[in-house]
């Protein structure tokens, strides 16, 4: 009888056989318990698989709790509790969440503590589809208390900088700053932040603020590249061109051999032009046409195999992340920049765990096998991995698409650039270039680091090597040749 499988499944977890008592949850439910029992096994269940760390198995049955019974439900608190601490370790993604509201779950109806849950999916929802003020509604509902408070923060101060909205967009970021150790990747979070803060002030042209902004970046940081070359603009914005030029000697460092960062050369061409370095410009280009011109050509080629089949997309980053890739050379910094994407970190990441779980699957009783949870288990495992497998791929597809009009795009400026320096007409060039949109002049040493006032600085020549040590402090010292 049903009732005597979840004793006997509550004496094994009693002993810590957590194996053994999914098992005589599981038959519970193979044998067609009533709705009481019902309820229970599948909670026990999940509790169990959850203890076993097969969490996204876990999260299925805990999900059956929540929507296959009508009428008072006595789990449905704890099966939402459960579900939110597997989903801060192992992120159930929105194709989960949306799969629940398929099947007629009202949030509403819900435990008032356990909402936020449903709010940051249904806003991530409404964020991908751009429905901003949805989104944003369904973020504003999740309060402090709330672990999902910093995640839904960060996509608050996304859509309030989209709608110029930028007091309100860096409050939003500093709670996600302020909060993000609440999470295990706190300091992702924080970086990412603290990047958005320099962009709204680099976009209100507060080059100054949005450069100590970048400078927050540690050199340790995966995002310290990405702040380099940004706040590169900035300086150049503010007519500073050594801090410009010496910010892209680090990008172009061999040490970063595989990164992408194409318009660097771009920037470095026209602030050499402003400085009526013309040599210099004609070397950027040249540098920009030796480095991505082959980039460019076996992009195409990824493109055209991987047409029919953008499965293939996640192979090749997932070879490259492991560092076996072994085709399309060339193309390296592009798997490196979609390895980067959060896309393509949240695929391998989920890929992983779901290998993990299939991996200790392999090891349990045989009753699992012979009773047919542990098939069941398989296929739905198999199931949500190929899913996200192919949505990964179609979105590394796409990202591709961009970086091949992007390098296209980059590669029709550096011809302008290099027609019009051949053709004599640098003034007309320059005269395009001249922005002035800061009031004031600020000066920087080591990189981003603003000079102080009364600061002894001992000269070092510079000549254009490479120091590990000194990657972002380099500063140029070279004088405009324009005639006045």
Same mark, same amino acid.
């Given at each position: 009888?049903?009732?005597?499988?979840?004793?006997?499944?509550?004496?094994?977890?009693?002993?810590?056989?957590?194996?053994?008592?999914?098992?005589?949850?599981?038959?519970? #439910?193979?044998?067609?318990?009533?709705?009481?029992?019902?309820?229970? /096994?599948?909670?026990?269940? /999940?509790?169990?698989?959850?203890?076993?760390? #097969? @969490?996204?198995?876990?999260?299925?049955? &805990?999900?059956?709790?929540?929507?296959?019974?009508?009428?008072? $439900?006595?789990?449905?608190?704890?099966?939402?509790e459960a579900l939110t601490k597997i989903d801060a370790e192992y992120p159930l993604g929105?194709? *989960?969440?949306?799969?629940?509201? /398929?099947?007629? #779950? %009202?949030?509403?109806?819900?435990?008032?503590?356990?909402?936020? @849950? *449903?709010?940051?999916? #249904?806003?991530?929802?409404q964020f991908a589809k751009s429905h901003w003020g949805e989104a944003k509604n369904a973020f504003a509902r999740i309060t402090l208390k709330s672990p999902f408070f910093v995640k839904a923060s960060f996509h608050l101060g996304i859509i309030q900088a989209l709608e110029n909205e930028p007091a309100k967009a860096i409050r939003s970021f500093h709670n996600v700053i302020r909060h993000a150790n609440r999470l295990g990747n706190a300091e992702w979070l924080r970086e990412q932040a603290t990047i958005n803060i320099a962009r709204i002030h680099y976009?209100?042209?507060? &080059?100054?603020?949005?450069?100590?902004?970048?400078?927050?970046?540690?050199r340790n940081s995966d995002n310290w590249l990405t702040a380099l070359f940004e706040a590169s603009w900035a300086f150049f914005l503010m007519e500073n061109s050594n801090n410009t030029l010496g910010n892209i000697h680090t990008l172009h460092s061999p040490f970063f051999d595989n990164r992408f960062f194409p318009e660097s050369y771009i920037l470095q061409a026209v602030t050499f032009l402003r400085l009526c370095q013309f040599e210099q410009v004609k070397n950027s280009v040249d540098a920009f046409k030796t480095r991505y011109t082959p980039v460019l050509s076996e992009l195409s080629k990824i493109l055209d195999?991987?047409?029919?089949?953008? $499965? =293939?997309?996640?192979?090749?980053?997932?070879?490259y992340n492991s560092q076996s890739l072994q085709v399309y050379r060339?193309?390296?910094?592009?798997?490196?920049?979609?390895?980067?994407t959060d896309v393509a970190r949240q695929m391998l990441s989920f890929v992983a765990n779901v290998d993990k779980e299939l991996l200790i699957l392999e090891g349990t009783p045989e009753a699992w096998r012979s009773t047919g949870l542990r098939g069941t288990l398989n296929e739905f495992l198999n199931g949500k991995k190929a899913a996200i497998v192919k949505d990964a791929g179609r979105a590394l597809y796409q990202e591709s698409q961009f970086y091949l009009q992007y390098l296209s795009d980059l590669s029709e400026q550096t011809k302008l650039i290099h027609a019009e320096l051949m053709l004599g007409k640098i003034e007309q060039l320059r005269r395009k270039l001249q922005i002035r949109t800061t009031p004031k =002049?600020?000066?920087?040493?080591?990189?981003?680091?603003?000079?102080?006032?009364?600061? $002894?600085?001992?000269?070092?020549? *510079?000549?254009?090597?490479?120091?590990? %040590?000194?990657?972002?402090?380099?500063?140029?010292?070279?004088?405009?040749?324009?005639?006045?």
């Open positions: 009888m049903a009732w005597a499988d979840l004793r006997q499944g509550r004496i094994y977890e009693q002993t810590g056989r957590f194996d053994l008592a999914a098992f005589e949850y599981f038959d519970t #439910l193979r044998k067609g318990a009533k709705d009481g029992d019902k309820i229970q /096994a599948e909670f026990e269940l /999940a509790s169990s698989l959850q203890t076993m760390k #097969l @969490f996204y198995s876990a999260s299925y049955y &805990f999900g059956q709790v929540l929507v296959n019974h009508s009428g008072p $439900n006595p789990y449905r608190a704890r099966a939402l929105p194709s *989960f969440m949306q799969s629940l509201l /398929a099947k007629g #779950l %009202d949030p509403n109806a819900t435990p008032e503590a356990s909402r936020a @849950f *449903f709010y940051y999916y #249904l806003g991530k929802d976009e209100a042209k507060d &080059f100054v603020r949005a450069i100590a902004s970048y400078a927050k970046i540690p195999e991987a047409k029919t089949n953008p $499965n =293939k997309m996640v192979d090749w980053v997932r070879a060339n193309a390296w910094p592009i798997f490196d920049a979609l390895a980067r =002049k600020e000066n920087f040493i080591g990189g981003m680091q603003p000079l102080v006032i009364g600061q $002894n600085l001992e000269y070092w020549p *510079f000549e254009g090597e490479y120091w590990e %040590d000194e990657l972002g402090g380099y500063v140029y010292n070279i004088e405009s040749q324009c005639k006045k």
